[in-house]
């Protein structure tokens, strides 16, 4: 069968595949469509495979929110390059990742990749990763999810462009403060809400550190204590949702700015793009030098 340049072009589409391995494929299948696709798939997944090692430390955040903004999820969805996290079809799979989570209630990402994707009939997350990888061709990977659900609050969440994302379970106040107090999360990157949800372990390191460094002032034990209690305030005002300045106002804290509106945090999700992951640093002019060499 004659390979037509209308058939190549139809199983691009169908596959985003380069023009050389459809037509490969067209040819391998005797210009049969849909086995053409199959084969095309069975390849596609071996390179995806082969492509998991590589570091995928860009990425997109995507959010979820229910009815009422009671329930929301925040999926963070990783590939290598800016490039590719700017694509559409890899920001829609996010998107479609984060529906799911919300939709279904994963309990971890293993979980989460055999459930059908949102949106669709009958298709796994993962297969449909796989088919993402195919396609692009970089290695693509969820990472993590949060599902929030509030008790008889409401859930606000606010993203900076596609890079940090936050969601905030408040009670009182109204949407806006809810969003305002998401923002400065995002912001100001606090680790916990109040002083009294400070891990202890850490709490005990930092006046282990203080305690050291006041006791090479010399000065006496009593003022050594008053000095450490000092600097544990402010390092709790630095550290806690509650005792940072707030973003859009300085002058008074997250805490007093929740106290004049009588409502309250009672937890919050702050996910960043590429947090604890190494970076592969690339020279793209010797990539491309690479490849005209090996061609």
């Known amino acids: 069968m004659q390979i037509t340049a209308s058939l190549v072009k139809e199983l691009r589409e169908r596959t985003g595949a380069g023009m050389m391995e459809c037509k490969r494929a067209l040819t391998e299948t005797d210009g049969d469509m849909d086995t053409a696709v199959e084969l095309m798939r069975k390849s596609g997944q071996a390179k995806a495979d082969k492509k998991s090692g590589r570091i995928a430390a860009e990425g997109v955040i995507s959010v979820a929110m229910g009815e009422g903004a009671q329930t929301a999820a925040i999926v963070e969805v990783n590939c290598e390059t800016d490039f590719v996290a700017k694509d559409d079809s890899f920001r829609a799979f996010a998107a479609a990742v984060a529906e799911t989570v919300l939709e279904q209630s994963p309990s971890h990402v293993e979980a989460l990749n055999a459930m059908n994707l949102a949106g669709t009939d009958d298709h796994a997350v993962e297969q449909s990763r796989l088919d993402l990888v195919s396609k692009i061709g970089e290695n693509i ?143 793209f002019a010797e990539e491309v030098m690479a490849q005209v060499k090996g061609a």
């Open 141 to 283: 990977q969820v990472r993590r999810f949060e599902r929030m659900v509030s008790d008889g609050g409401q859930i606000g969440f606010y993203l900076h462009g596609t890079r940090i994302g936050v969601l905030v379970d408040s009670t009182g106040g109204d949407d806006s403060l809810a969003r305002d107090v998401a923002m400065h999360v995002a912001a100001s990157r606090p680790i916990c809400v109040g002083a009294d949800d400070v891990p202890p372990a850490v709490l005990e390191k930092e006046k282990e550190i203080l305690s050291a460094q006041a006791a090479s002032s010399g000065k006496p034990a009593n003022i050594i204590e008053k000095m450490v209690e000092g600097r544990i305030r402010k390092y709790l005002g630095e550290i806690t949702l509650q005792g940072q300045p707030f973003v859009k106002d300085p002058d008074k804290t997250v805490g007093a700015l929740l106290d004049s509106a009588g409502a309250q945090v009672k937890g919050f999700v702050r996910f960043e793009v590429g947090e604890g992951l190494e970076k592969k640093q690339e020279n």
